[in-house]
C-alpha cells in the first residue's frame, strides 16, 4: 500500500529554517508528481507546493515563493521542502502527497499524519 511519512518539523523563531522529507513507499515514485499541503491551525488544507517527477518543473504557491524549495530524489523515493525565512503564518501540519500530473489534485484519500511546524518567537 501507499506509505508516505514527512519527518523534520519543530519549533523554529521567525526567519529561521527547516528541511522537511517524505518518504515514499508502495508506487513507483519517479513516475509521480509529488507535492507539499499544509494545515494551518483552523484553517483548510492548503497546496503549498509540486514538482514533477523528473524534478525539472516545480510550482509554489505565492505565500511562500522565494522562501521554499521543493526537491526529490527519485533514487531514495524521498521528496523534500527546504524552508527558508519562516513566518508565523507558516505554522501548520505540513503533509505530502502525490497528485495528478494534469488536473494536480491529490491521488487516493488516504492522508498520512503529516508533520507540524510551529514558527513562534
Known amino acids: 500500500q501507499v506509505q508516505l511519512v514527512e519527518s523534520g518539523g519543530g519549533l523554529v523563531q521567525p526567519g529561521g529554517s527547516l528541511r522537511l522529507s517524505c518518504a515514499a513507499s508502495g508506487f513507483t515514485f519517479s513516475s509521480y508528481t509529488m507535492a507539499w499541503y499544509r494545515r494551518p491551525p483552523g484553517k483548510e488544507r492548503e497546496l503549498v507546493a509540486w514538482i514533477r517527477s523528473s524534478g525539472g518543473n516545480t510550482y509554489y504557491a505565492d505565500s511562500v515563493e522565494g522562501r521554499f524549495t521543493v526537491s526529490r530524489d527519485n533514487a531514495k523515493n524521498t521528496v523534500y521542502l527546504q524552508m527558508n525565512s519562516l513566518k508565523p503564518e507558516d505554522t501548520a501540519v505540513y503533509y505530502c502527497?502525490?497528485?495528478?500530473?494534469?488536473?494536480?489534485?491529490?491521488?487516493?484519500?488516504?492522508w498520512g499524519q503529516g508533520t507540524q511546524v510551529t514558527v513562534s518567537s
Open positions: 502527497k502525490r497528485v495528478h500530473a494534469q488536473l494536480l489534485v491529490p491521488l487516493g484519500d488516504y
